[in-house]
Nanobody, 124 residues
Framework: QVQLVESGGGLVQAGGSLRLSCRAS????????MVWFRQAPGKGREFVAR????????GYADPVKGRFTISRDNAENTMYLQMNSLKPEDTAIYYC?????????????????WGQGTQVTVSS
């Protein structure tokens, strides 16, 4: 089993930055694709960014392209999301997820392992 724990969320003003972390335990995730989703109040879960097992392939949702950067450190069993130029519409609970194959998908139903989420609030 893989356990995921997110951290790094908080309250920030528009234009500010945050760095989220997703630390895995229970098993090494170096062969797992990983992804960030978010869920704003009253909305469904939305894909944010994905990264392949090796870190060689990444992908982003259009609303965050050019502002967010996904990365991973397999030696530390940890994935990151650097968020710059934050906007009020980025306010949401951010979740990390993992799946035991190398290529990440944007479909949340295909991810068996999830963290508990971390709140990101961006004030205007």
């Amino acid at each position: 089993q893989v356990q995921l724990v997110e951290s790094g969320g908080g309250l920030v003003q528009a234009g500010g930055s945050l760095r989220l972390s997703c630390r895995a335990s229970g098993r090494t995730v170096s062969s797992y694709a990983m992804v960030w989703f978010r869920q704003a109040p009253g909305k469904g879960r939305e894909f944010v960014a994905r990264i392949s097992a090796t870190g060689g392939t990444t992908g982003y949702a259009d609303p965050v392209k050019g502002r967010f950067t996904i990365s991973r450190d397999n030696a530390e069993n940890t994935m990151y999301l650097q968020m710059n130029s934050l906007k009020p519409e980025d306010t949401a609970i951010y979740y990390c997820a993992a799946v035991s194959w190398g290529s990440a998908t944007t479909d949340p139903s295909l991810y068996p392992y999830w963290g508990q989420g971390t709140q990101v609030t961006v004030s205007s």
